[in-house]
C-alpha cells in the first residue's frame, strides 16, 4: 500500500507521510481475532449464557408440570437450609471425592512407576491400563452392574473359592466402595499416562548422583521424584476433583442413589430435584452451591502451589 502524503494545516510547502491503516501488526491482530472468534462465541453462546440462566433460574420457581413460572428471590436458597436431605448428600459428595482422588491418583502413580521400568511386556500394560478410557462411560458402567449384582461374576468367582460375597450395589457398606472402585478402574489409565510423561522427564543423572551418596529407594522418591513431578501431581488432583464431584452416570445406572441415599451424590440429587420431583428452580439453586464448591477447590489447589509445586514462586 502506497502511502499518501497530505498537507497539514497553517504549514505551506511541508508535507508529511501518513502510515497506512493496515499495517502488518493490525493485520496480524485482525487474523488473530478471526481464529479466537469462533471460540469465544462458543463459550459465550454454552458456557457463560448457561451460567448466568441457571443463575437467574435459582432466583425462580418454575414448575413444568404446573405450567407456573414465579420470582421466588431468596426462598430457593432459604431452602437450602431447610433441606434434610442435603447434610447426607454433601457427606456422600465428600466420601465420594475423596475415596476417588485418593485411590485414583495413588493407583496412577504407581502404575506409572512400574511401568517407567526397562521391563518387556510393559507396553502391553501400557494399553491394557489405559483402554478402559477410551471405553463409553456408560457401556463400562452396565457392564459393571452385572457383575456387582448377587448373582453376578464377582461373586462367581469369589465363590469358586469358597467365599458367599455380597449385593455389592445393595449394601450399606459397599454400594459407595463399589462405585469408587468402578470409576476408578475407568479413569486411572489417564492419570498414569500423564504421570508416567512426568516420570520420564526425570534426569536419570539425579537418581544417580543421590544413590551414590547413600540414599534409599523412598529417599530418591521422596526428594527428587515427588518435587520434580509436582505439577503433574496438580494438575491431575485438579482434573479428578472437578471429575468426582461432577459424576452422575455411574451412581443413576448402579445404585440409583441406594441403599437409601448412602450413594446420592449432589449431581444426582440435582437431577433428581429437578427432573424427577420438577423443581427446577431448587435445582438450579444446587447447580450453583456445586459450581460455588468446584470453583472453591480449584481455586484452593492453585493458591496452595506456591508452596508445594516445584519452579513456583
Known sequence: MVATQVKPRGLTGHTVSRAPFWTIRRRDNLVGYLFVGPQLVGSALFVLLPLALVGWYSFQEWNV????????????YAKLFADQNLRGVLAATALFSVGLVALNLALALLLAILLNQRLRGTTVFRVLFFSPVLVSLVAWTVVWQFLL???GGINGLLGVAGIDGPNWLRGEGT????VIVVQVVKNVGLNMVLFLAALQGVPAQLYEAAQLDGARAWTRFARITVPLISPTI??????????????FAQIAVLTQGGPGTSTTVLVYYLYQQAFQFHHFGYGATLSVVLFVIVGVLTLVQWRLRRKWVFHES
Do not use: K, P, R
Not at 175 to 178: F, I, K, Q, R, V
Open 65 to 76: 408440570l404446573a405450567g407456573t413460572f414465579e420470582f421466588a428471590g431468596a426462598d430457593n
Open 149 to 151: 449384582q448377587a448373582d
Open 175 to 178: 454400594a459407595m466402595l463399589s
Open 234 to 247: 496438580l494438575l491431575t488432583s485438579i482434573i479428578t476433583v472437578v471429575g468426582s464431584l461432577q459424576v
